[in-house]
Each structure stands twice: as C-alpha cells, then as structure tokens.
C-alpha cells in the first residue's frame, strides 16, 4: 500500500511540471494549497483554494495537490495532535469526565438530533485549542511545503530540459 501511495503522490507531483508558472510560483501555489488542507477550516478547504487560486491567479492543480495532501489516514491524528497543542498553547484543560462521556456517546446506537447536540456541548470547550493548534499546523507545514515543492519542481525541470536536450542531439534529422 505503501509503495501505491508513493506512485500516486509522484503522479500528483507530476502534473506540477506541466505549468507555464515559475516555480517558485508553482510552490507558492502548492504551499498554500497545504496551509489550507490543514487548516482549521474542515469542510471548505477545497472551495477556499479554488477560490485563492483565482483571486491570486495561481496555479489551481497545484493549490488542490496541497489541498487534497491532507490525506484521510492521518487527518484525525493530525487534528487531535493539533488540538492538544492549540490546549497546552491556550491552557485548556479537558472537562470532568470528558473522555467517559465521549466513549458513552459514541456507544449509542443511534445517532439522534440529541447525539450532535450533546457531541457539540462536550467538544465546545476545545473549539480554540482546535483553531490555534491546527492553524499553527498548517503555517508550520506550509513553511515546509513550499521549500520541499521548489526543489522538486526545479529538480524535475531540470531533468526534462536535460532529457529534452540529449534527445535532440540523438536526433538524426537535427
């Protein structure tokens, strides 16, 4: 599974070469399509790049590669870690009896109207840990992202115009 997940990030990466934009461009657009997938803003992360892309005239595949890199098997540990760091940053501490109430309310076996209302008034008290720590997450990660896209990016161009440039000596009609 391992091994499939990097051929397709090599193929998201990919497309990245195939723009008219610098790339430092291309990784601004890239950066910030990470900012936003990890941003506390769950539910919008993919309007909200399409949106910047526009407005900025960035890149729109490379914003929705950043977007869609907050992948579904690291997104809850990923916001649980933020949250707990948001928490100690806001000195939050968890309610009495939180984690047995949230254990009790997902044994439930229905989800009612009660079930999110509950859920809601059980999770209040961390909703600004949520947005500090996951909004330093995603600047943190953003800040990786974009050194880690340029590099690729002019690696990878570099390589195209070398190849580019071995095919058109080995041609005989040159």
């Given at each position: 599974?391992?091994?499939?997940?990097?051929?397709?990030?090599?193929?998201?990466?990919?497309?990245?070469?195939?723009?008219?934009?610098?790339?430092?461009?291309?990784?601004?657009?890239?950066?910030?399509?990470?900012?936003?997938?990890?941003?506390?803003?769950?539910?919008?992360?993919?309007?909200?790049?399409?949106?910047?892309a526009?407005?900025?005239?960035l890149?729109?595949?490379?914003?929705?590669?950043?977007?869609?890199?907050?992948?579904?098997?690291?997104?809850?540990?990923?916001?649980?870690?933020?949250?707990?760091?948001?928490?100690?940053?806001?000195?939050?501490?968890?309610?009495?009896?939180?984690?047995?109430?949230?254990?009790?309310?997902?044994?439930?076996?229905?989800?009612?109207?009660?079930?999110?209302?509950?859920?809601?008034?059980?999770?209040?008290?961390?909703?600004?840990?949520?947005?500090?720590?996951?909004?330093?997450?995603?600047?943190?990660?953003?800040?990786?992202?974009?050194?880690?896209?340029?590099?690729?990016?002019?690696?990878?161009?570099?390589?195209?115009?070398?190849s580019?440039?071995?095919?058109?000596?080995?041609?005989?009609?040159?």
């Amino acid at each position: 599974m391992i091994h499939l997940t990097k051929a397709l990030i090599r193929r998201w990466l990919d497309v990245l070469l195939h723009v008219n934009d610098t790339p430092q461009r291309t990784a601004a657009a890239f950066a910030l399509g990470v900012f936003l997938g990890f941003s506390p803003f769950l539910g919008f992360h993919t309007l909200l790049g399409v949106l910047l892309a526009f407005l900025f005239n960035l890149n729109r595949v490379a914003v929705l590669l950043g977007v869609y890199s907050n992948l579904p098997w690291i997104i809850a540990a990923y916001y649980a870690f933020t949250t707990m760091i948001g928490a100690a940053i806001l000195r939050t501490r968890l309610p009495p009896g939180f984690g047995e109430r949230l254990r009790e309310m997902f044994q439930l076996s229905t989800l009612h109207g009660d079930f999110w209302q509950e859920l809601g008034r059980l999770l209040w008290p961390l909703f600004w840990p949520y947005m500090v720590g996951s909004l330093l997450g995603s600047v943190a990660l953003a800040g990786i992202a974009y050194p880690l896209a340029l590099a690729f990016v002019r690696r990878r161009r570099r390589r195209r115009l070398q190849s580019l440039a071995e095919c058109a000596s080995h041609d005989p009609s040159g």
